[in-house]
């Protein structure tokens, strides 16, 4: 766009998530923060998908979400008639500006925001921000750029992670009923397969982290809670807790001493709380590193998350014990 308003003399403001993951949407939290903060009056739309949708519905600083229809990624050529349409419904509100810091620049994409938007679209591709289109720096970064281009000088990119009153009820209830005051949250199971532990993989890292002296309790679904029991069985120490919500799951995070896990939502949501961690990453960048000076990274095999150095695992256990 040539002219990029102030924050302050705008009134409807469209934010397009083109990534459904939790991660991205707690990486961009910042962002409605900070643009409330300077312009208590602008009403924030967020459109959005997946797990992200979720998130951004309990968030205090968005004041209306759009499901768009796509369901977990949004891929090139995919979901033409659907997208179009939604950006027909989209266009009649009339937004002054629509905001877009993903890295996503397929046609289709490119088609939804120029239909809701015309030339009030800022993004990634977008001139002032075309070096923030590669994943050269942290995420929050991209953010901090939209908001400094709206006249915010020094963001504070901070991420939002509200907890609803019935998950810290839930949660402080289960401890109490199982006498425990110090664990840690182990998530062994990522958004895709390349991100999850083999059943031998989960009992070799329980048993690195045994010189901790500290219970396992291991958040499952759904679909995934009697594989991740029947993966532990016949280890005491271990909890699998099938969660709610993702609200749930900030609470047991936000409780926990330490965060064990190869999933990056898990990661970002631990960088919310600082929290001690110890992660696998088989795909390492400065966008999506851990935004946490108490984080502890591991580098495995980029195909497989399991394939690591074992010897990293013990060095890296002893370091983080005189940390808990």
């Given at each position: 766009?040539?002219?990029?308003?102030?924050?302050?003399?705008?009134?409807?403001?469209?934010?397009?998530?083109?990534?459904?993951?939790?991660?991205?949407?707690?990486?961009?939290?910042?962002?409605?923060?900070?643009?409330?903060?300077?312009?208590?009056?602008?009403?924030?739309?967020?459109?959005?998908?997946?797990?992200?949708?979720?998130?951004?519905?309990?968030?205090?600083?968005?004041?209306e979400?759009?499901?768009?229809?796509?369901?977990?990624?949004?891929?090139?050529?995919?979901?033409?008639?659907?997208?179009?349409?939604?950006?027909?419904?989209?266009?009649?509100?009339?937004?002054?500006?629509?905001?877009?810091?993903?890295?996503?620049?397929?046609?289709?994409?490119?088609?939804?925001?120029?239909?809701?938007?015309?030339?009030?679209?800022?993004?990634?591709?977008?001139?002032?921000l075309?070096p923030?289109?590669?994943?050269?720096?942290?995420?929050?970064?991209?953010?901090?750029?939209?908001?400094?281009?709206?006249?915010?000088?020094?963001?504070?990119?901070?991420?939002?992670?509200?907890?609803?009153?019935?998950?810290?009820?839930?949660?402080?209830?289960?401890?109490?009923?199982?006498?425990?005051?110090?664990?840690?949250?182990?998530?062994?199971?990522?958004?895709?397969?390349?991100?999850?532990?083999?059943?031998?993989?989960?009992?070799?890292?329980?048993?690195?982290?045994?010189?901790?002296?500290?219970?396992?309790?291991?958040?499952?679904?759904?679909?995934?809670?009697?594989?991740?029991?029947?993966?532990?069985?016949?280890?005491?120490?271990?909890f699998?807790?099938q969660?709610?919500?993702?609200?749930?799951?900030?609470?047991?995070?936000?409780?926990?001493?330490?965060?064990?896990?190869?999933?990056?939502?898990?990661?970002?949501?631990?960088?919310?709380?600082?929290?001690?961690?110890?992660?696998?990453?088989?795909?390492?960048?400065?966008?999506?590193?851990?935004?946490?000076?108490?984080?502890f990274?591991?580098?495995?095999?980029?195909?497989?998350?399991?394939?690591?150095?074992?010897?990293?695992?013990?060095?890296?256990?002893?370091?983080?014990?005189?940390?808990?």
């Amino acid at each position: 766009m040539k002219t990029i308003p102030h924050v302050r003399d705008l009134h409807n403001i469209l934010v397009c998530r083109g990534e459904g993951s939790l991660g991205d949407a707690l990486i961009s939290s910042c962002c409605y923060r900070e643009i409330k903060k300077e312009n208590p009056q602008v009403k924030i739309t967020v459109a959005c998908f997946g797990s992200a949708y979720d998130f951004f519905k309990h968030n205090p600083y968005v004041d209306e979400v759009f499901k768009l229809p796509v369901r977990r990624i949004i891929r090139p050529n995919q979901r033409w008639v659907s997208l179009f349409l939604a950006a027909l419904k989209l266009r009649k509100r009339k937004f002054d500006l629509v905001l877009d810091s993903s890295d996503k620049d397929f046609f289709n994409w490119r088609m939804f925001k120029r239909i809701v938007g015309g030339s009030r679209v800022l993004d990634c591709f977008t001139s002032p921000l075309k070096p923030f289109g590669a994943p050269t720096k942290h995420g929050s970064e991209h953010e901090a750029a939209i908001l400094k281009l709206l006249g915010i000088a020094q963001p504070d990119k901070s991420y939002d992670l509200p907890i609803l009153p019935s998950a810290r009820q839930t949660v402080t209830q289960w401890l109490e009923a199982h006498q425990i005051q110090k664990y840690i949250l182990f998530n062994p199971s990522g958004s895709v397969a390349p991100r999850r532990f083999r059943t031998d993989t989960m009992k070799e890292i329980c048993q690195a982290l045994a010189l901790l002296h500290c219970p396992f309790v291991v958040p499952a679904m759904a679909h995934n809670v009697k594989e991740l029991t029947e993966a532990f069985k016949g280890m005491p120490n271990v909890f699998v807790k099938q969660t709610a919500d993702i609200f749930e799951l900030f609470e047991w995070v936000r409780l926990a001493a330490l965060v064990v896990t190869p999933d990056t939502a898990v990661v970002h949501i631990a960088s919310g709380f600082q929290k001690p961690s110890l992660i696998f990453y088989n795909t390492f960048s400065d966008y999506n590193a851990p935004n946490n000076p108490k984080a502890f990274i591991i580098k495995t095999d980029p195909q497989d998350v399991n394939i690591f150095d074992k010897k990293e695992l013990q060095t890296l256990v002893q370091k983080i014990q005189p940390t808990l």
